[in-house]
């Protein structure tokens, strides 16, 4: 440990001999071993010179990797929070580090915040994403788990040859299984997927006036007032002018980098930043005046 901390010690004066402007990157022999500490001042100095490279040259190439092994450890960090989940920590590691890649492959400097809170985010959101694609609404065992699949395998094959729903006793023909356990299968089936929120509790239909599940495990929505900010911003928006509502549709829509922007406008990445925080600033007092009038 005291050997990574000296190595990391001297990659991080080596960046500061060197500047960043043009100069080559550092080498950093393992950077899985690097302290967080560390990790936090390299990775800036790392994107600051990855924003200069030309994507798919060999230099981009090793800044990109390092980077994303640098930070791995904030992938083991947000892994953690799901440890009791009961699903392989491997898988959720895994699913984590493509919320790493976003968060390295969208992250600019000119953001002001730390790497770190504007990559967790990402992180978190792929695996909270991983569980709602794959988590059954109840626990079913593996068995019948695989079973579910091979079965609707089954169906769709009996399906297009007989041009109709087989029955169970087909399914289990050519499953080679009893009929009760292609019943165990299609039962296990439903545990894939939760009823609906609106699905009615009692009466016959909407009119009614019937209760709904959503009426009874329902919460407030925090996100909800997202819905007020996005309508108090859209005439600020159309207020702008057209190169600037191109600019914002391209960062926060089409989520293009700054260079790329540039590109497309025919100015440099720096002009770039200062339209956008300029952009921001002035749809920020729009906002704050529309609270101060309310």
């Not at 500047?19 to 950093?28: C, R, Y």
């Not at 799901?82 to 968060?103: C, H, P, S, W, Y």
């Not at 299984?177 to 699905?199: F, I, P, T």
């Not at 009692?202 to 900010?229: K, N």
């Amino acid at each position: 440990m005291d050997t990574a901390v000296t190595r990391s010690e001297a990659v991080l004066e080596q960046c500061a001999e060197n500047g960043t402007d043009g100069a080559p990157l550092p080498a950093v022999a393992d950077p899985r071993t690097v302290a967080p500490r560390d990790a936090r001042e390299l990775s800036r100095h790392f994107f600051r010179r990855l924003a200069e490279l030309e994507e798919g040259t060999h230099e981009y190439q090793y800044a990109r990797n390092t980077l994303i092994e640098m930070n791995m450890s904030l992938v083991r960090f947000a892994a953690g929070r799901f440890r009791n989940r009961g699903d392989d920590m491997e898988d959720i590691v895994q699913t984590g580090m493509i919320g790493l890649i976003k968060a390295i492959d969208r992250f600019e400097l000119s953001r002001e915040v730390e790497f770190t809170s504007f990559a967790l985010p990402y992180i978190v959101g792929e695996i909270k994403r991983f569980f709602r694609d794959t988590t059954w609404a109840v626990h079913v065992p593996r068995r019948l788990q695989e079973l579910r699949v091979e079965l609707a395998r089954a169906r769709e094959e009996l399906s297009s040859r007989l041009d109709r729903e087989p029955t169970v006793g087909e399914l289990a023909t050519l499953m080679n299984l009893s009929e009760k356990e292609v019943v165990e299968a299609q039962v296990a089936a439903n545990g894939y997927n939760s009823a609906s929120l609106d699905a009615a509790l009692t009466g016959d239909g909407p009119e009614d006036g019937e209760a709904v599940l959503a009426d009874f495990i329902g919460v407030e929505e925090e996100g909800i007032s997202l819905v007020e900010d996005v309508h108090c911003l859209a005439p600020l928006v159309a207020n702008l002018d057209e190169r600037d509502r191109q600019i914002i549709h391209l960062r926060f829509v089409e989520e293009a980098t700054q260079a790329e922007i540039g590109a497309r406008l025919g100015c440099s990445q720096m002009h770039v930043s200062r339209l956008i925080k300029r952009i921001i600033a002035q749809l920020r007092q729009g906002m704050l005046g529309d609270l101060d009038r309310a």
